[in-house]
């Protein structure tokens, strides 16, 4: 009899360990898909944007872990020089209006700096879920002079 249920405990726990695993392996991780990438003025998709105007961002995020905060984050590639007193131009945003969403389209709008220097940038868009999984999609960008 006690040797029943010690198996029973065992069985149970081994369920208990296989129905955690199951359960964490049944959230995929957050799909993110750019689609426009590009000038605020005409909602381009040419990876540029002018100095003083606006970047415009249309990407797809799908989470079934339900979106928790949307982090872009933009940096100068390479080298670039503070000259003219122009100060390197980077971005930091968290956007958290999209909070407790399965899926959205991330249309969104940044400022480029009038004193932003023009040259190469990366662009990172990293999506948490509300599970902790975590997903990002990097791609180049090009500041240009007006
Ligand atoms: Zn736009």
Same mark, same amino acid.
């Given at each position: ?64 872990? &339900?979106?928790?905060?949307? *982090? ?10 503070? &000259? ?49 999984? *975590? ?12």
């Amino acid at each position: 009899m006690k040797n029943r249920i010690l198996l029973f405990v065992v069985i149970l726990g081994a369920v208990m360990i296989l129905t955690s695993c199951n359960k964490e392996n049944e959230v995929a991780k957050p799909v993110i898909t750019i689609h426009e990438l590009g000038d605020g003025d005409s909602h381009g998709n040419d990876h540029t944007a002018k100095i003083g105007g606006e970047l415009h961002m249309d990407i797809d995020v799908v989470a079934e872990g &339900k979106i928790d905060v949307i *982090q872009v984050i933009i940096h100068p590639e390479g080298e670039h020089h503070e &000259k003219d007193g122009h100060d390197e131009w980077e971005v930091d945003s968290i956007y958290t209006k999209f909070s407790g969403l399965k899926n959205t389209t991330f249309h969104e709008h940044i400022e480029v700096a009038a004193t932003a220097e023009p040259g190469d940038y990366h662009f990172d868009f990293i999506v948490t879920d509300m599970e902790g999984n *975590q997903s990002s999609a990097e791609a180049e960008l090009e500041i240009i002079e007006e």
